[in-house]
């Protein structure tokens, strides 16, 4: 297993078009995170799961924002209807595997996805 | 609400020199945990370090220790040995004990100067 890994890793899109991301956490992790990240910025969080539970939203996460982890496995974030200010990269990290026989809450990350929004 | 700040937007060191970078934060827990993330130009984010609250001994990873001051709400990076690599924003993060979400600071922009 090589980490987490997010699909695709760029996305340019034009303002009002529909936009779904994808993301595969290390196998043998059960939680999976979803933050953003704007220029500067450090990342805020959006949502998480614990398996196939969607346990936490942030108020960042409007009504136009959904994530889903069908099978407690890879997780997809999409966005209706997006804006300008939609554009950012879109983080995924996972956590709760072993690691030297010790249960790690310590989370790893993805490469991200860049969304543009002309 | 639990914050994180950076009170440093860049940072520059001389290689092989040593640095320090500056974190506070702002919580009512007593259980908690600190990190410090490296995110490299255009490449992913990555766990320098991390440092659980009910611990008073200073975390270490080779050439990078933590000052964790518990009272202070204070968690400071050092990096010794400066090389050309650790070049990055760093981001000092917070999460409470029960696996929720980081809490991240604005981040610290490291560069190393040949």
């Known amino acids: 297993d090589t980490g987490v890994s997010q699909d695709p890793r760029h996305k340019i899109t034009k303002r009002g078009q529909n936009v779904t991301f994808r993301c595969d956490p290390i196998?043998?992790?059960?939680?999976l995170y979803w933050y953003r990240q704007t220029l500067g910025q450090g990342p805020e969080f959006l949502t998480y799961?614990?398996?196939?539970?969607?346990?936490?939203k942030s108020r960042l996460l409007s009504d136009r924002f959904s994530a889903e982890r069908p099978k407690g496995s890879f997780s997809t974030l999409e966005i209706q209807r997006t804006e300008q200010g939609d554009s950012a990269m879109y983080l995924c990290a996972s956590s709760g595997g072993l690691a030297g026989g010790i249960l790690t809450d310590t989370q790893y990350f993805g490469p991200g996805t860049r969304l543009t929004v002309l | 609400a639990q914050t994180v700040t950076q009170s440093q937007p860049e940072m520059s060191v001389q290689e092989a020199e040593t640095v320090t970078l500056s974190c506070t934060y702002d919580t009512s827990e007593s259980d908690y945990y600190l990190f410090w993330y490296k995110q490299p130009p255009s490449r992913q984010m990555i766990l320098v370090i991390r440092q659980e609250a009910y611990k008073q001994q200073n975390a270490t990873e080779n050439r990078f220790s933590v000052n964790f001051q518990k009272a202070a709400k204070s968690f400071s990076l050092k990096i010794s040995d400066s090389q050309l690599g650790d070049a990055a924003m760093y981001f000092c993060a917070y999460r409470d004990s029960g696996n929720t979400p980081l809490v991240f600071g604005k981040g610290t922009r490291l560069s190393v100067i040949a």
């Open positions: 196998s043998e992790h059960n939680r």
């Open positions: 799961f614990q398996n196939e539970a969607q346990l936490e």
